[in-house]
């Protein structure tokens, strides 16, 4: 068996990188906020004084224990940030930009992705020069990316993660509909994103075929997808439509991503689908208005699959609770909380079991078209 670790958007720019050892640039070109460091007095606000600065391991607070415990073979994240000094900012009308400074890229390091996905609505926030840089960056530090990259052919190649006995192919796309400009999509010799062009069948069905040309018998194949709206717990159906067509396909693994709170999982003919995983890091906390989603519960995904099929044998979910920038093991209310939501939004036959630890143990159902 091969154990992934998977989680919704890592934003360690703004806010998060005001707290940390070496802190950018604070401008911003947001209407109401013009200084990164407003968010985190909105934190300190919320929840009590943050004392900076704090160490690389601070954001990610329980949650590395929990990985190291787990032991996953497998550590996949979405990097919701740009790495980057450059000041040329998104010139589209885009307000909220994120970037973290080049030298905090350890408090990235220390949580040990084996991927970092880049196809999203941010990591161009400072153009092209500011993607290059955070390419540069990552790499430096051996952090390995997928979907983006100084051309569309790197953009869209799967990054390859060795697990004993096999390997784990990692696809990054996005979509439009998550807030990716348009000519942000990468080209023959323009850099970018993976943006795919819509979610129609057959669009799914080139990127199956695109994959499947790297792909080894026992390969486990996930698709990281960066798509939809910040809020809702509502499927479009064409995204449902879209990652059926791609377990169709041949792929064992939809990771979605881009919705600020936990969307529906389920499992189709067998394969994970995560919807939407909820952010993991940011700077959002005392930001008010959508409270009744409860983004302040942050899932931890541990997803075992047979690598021989690509089926789902087990999947735990660990929710954590961000309070003065830090992840907290959530108490067990707010880990049933979530299993019960889990259980309501998710397809008919959905069940989740809150165990001693506070663990969720999900048992997800097929979702009807």
């Not at 430096?140 to 390859?160: I, K, Y």
């Not at 939809?254 to 909820?278: A, D, F, T």
């Not at 690598?307 to 108490?331: E, Y």
């Amino acid at each position: 068996m091969v154990t992934l670790f998977a989680c919704g958007d890592v934003m360690t720019g703004r806010g998060v990188d005001q707290i940390l050892a070496h802190p950018g640039d604070p401008r911003l070109w947001e209407a109401q906020v013009r200084d990164a460091r407003q968010y985190v007095g909105l934190a300190e606000a919320a929840n009590g004084a943050i004392s900076r600065p704090v160490d690389d391991a601070w954001p990610w607070g329980d949650a590395l224990a929990t990985m190291d415990e787990a032991a996953p073979d497998v550590r996949l994240v979405n990097l919701e940030t740009s790495v980057t000094t450059s000041n040329d900012a998104a010139a589209d009308d885009k307000q909220v930009l994120y970037r973290m400074a080049p030298a905090n890229v350890g408090c990235l390091g220390v949580a040990r992705p084996d991927v970092c996905t880049l196809a999203n609505n941010h990591v161009l926030d400072f153009g092209p020069a500011g993607l290059r840089e955070t390419c540069d960056v990552l790499a430096a530090a051996g952090l390995a990316t997928a979907g983006a990259g100084r051309d569309a052919t790197e953009a869209a190649r799967p990054t390859t993660v060795d697990f004993h006995g096999g390997r784990l192919l990692v696809v990054s796309c996005g979509t439009a509909s998550s807030g990716i400009p348009s000519h942000w999509a990468a080209g023959s010799d323009r850099p970018g994103v993976n943006l795919l062009p819509d979610l129609q069948p057959c669009t799914a069905d080139a990127l199956a075929e695109r994959i499947g040309r790297n792909r080894r018998p026992g390969d486990v194949v996930v698709v990281s997808v960066h798509w939809g709206s910040n809020w809702g717990y509502e499927l479009p159906r064409d995204h449902v439509e879209f990652a059926h067509r791609l377990v169709d396909g041949g792929v064992d693994v939809v990771h979605g991503h881009s919705s600020h709170h936990v969307r529906p999982v389920e499992v189709y003919r067998g394969r994970l689908i995560l919807h939407g995983c909820g952010d993991f890091i940011d700077d959002y906390e005392g930001i008010g208005g959508y409270d009744g989603y409860r983004d302040d519960l942050r899932p931890m995904f541990f997803a075992e699959i047979d690598p021989a099929t690509g089926a789902l044998t087990r999947l735990r979910i660990v929710p954590m609770q961000a309070r003065q920038m830090c992840l907290h093991l959530a108490a067990r209310e707010d880990a049933k909380y979530l299993a019960d939501l889990l259980e309501r939004i998710g397809p008919p036959g959905t069940r989740a079991e809150v165990d001693r630890d506070r663990s969720i143990w999900l048992r997800p159902a097929a979702l009807a078209c």
